[in-house]
């Protein structure tokens, strides 16, 4: 997806591990986001980035802390993965800000 | 809080026909609306978007309408094909954030 790469694809984990997810870009947008997708609830933004360094809290953050020391890199992490974060977690990226998101392929987090 | 209401959750229809989604935001100073559209196994992709200073745009067979009064916006598909089966998901944002509130989605099923 146009510059924009997941990492892993896949993972399942036990409760009570931190799980790291990766967010790669290669389109030098200053923008970054990171969502979560459950059925039911369409998309909910967990935590999103305006610089490196910038970072801020979207509407689930709880249980996720987020990490941007390259412009190119946003990173995921779970702490302590619970069951509830069984999931699938989609990157996104923008020049604009609020124009135009790119999302990547997502990964998809299964807590046992 | 902010929310988005998106009907129907599925919709099935004979190729050719049009098909119609329809979503209803909460938050006034909303002005930024674009729709995604997700394969199976794929992240969101943006097929169309509307500012609200229009009323109406589109793009070949897609249209997006805007009715601010209401708080509500459509996507129109014409000539419904099977490569449009998918699911659709709306949202809405406001200028001076950098997030989307979704819609939960909408599966689009075109029958040959």
């Known amino acids: 997806d146009a510059g924009i790469t997941q990492s892993p694809r896949h993972k399942v984990t036990e409760t009570g591990t931190p799980v790291t997810l990766r967010c790669h870009q290669t389109?030098?947008?200053?923008?970054m986001y990171w969502y979560r997708q459950d059925p039911g609830h369409g998309l909910r933004l967990i935590h999103y980035s305006y610089g490196v360094k910038d970072t801020d809290k979207g509407e689930v953050s709880d249980g996720y802390s987020v990490s941007r020391s390259k412009t190119e890199d946003f990173l995921l992490t779970l702490e302590s993965a619970t069951s509830s974060q069984t999931s699938v977690y989609f990157c996104a990226i923008s020049e604009e800000g609020l124009y135009g998101y790119t999302f990547g392929s997502g990964t998809r987090l299964t807590v046992v | 809080g902010e929310n988005v209401e998106q009907h129907p959750s599925t919709l099935s229809v004979q190729e050719g026909d049009s098909a119609v989604i329809k979503c209803t935001y909460s938050d006034s100073a909303s002005n930024y609306f674009p729709w995604y559209k997700q394969e199976l196994g794929k992240g969101p992709q943006l097929i169309i978007d509307?500012?609200?200073?229009?009323g109406e745009k589109k793009d070949q067979r897609i249209a997006v309408t805007l009715n601010k009064t209401a708080k509500h916006f459509s996507l129109h598909i014409t000539e419904t094909q099977p490569e449009d089966s998918a699911v659709y998901f709306c949202a809405a944002a406001t200028s001076g954030t950098y997030k989307y509130i979704f819609g939960t989605g909408t599966r689009l099923k075109v029958l040959a």
């Open positions: 389109e030098n947008h200053r923008y």
């Open positions: 509307i500012r609200s200073n229009v």
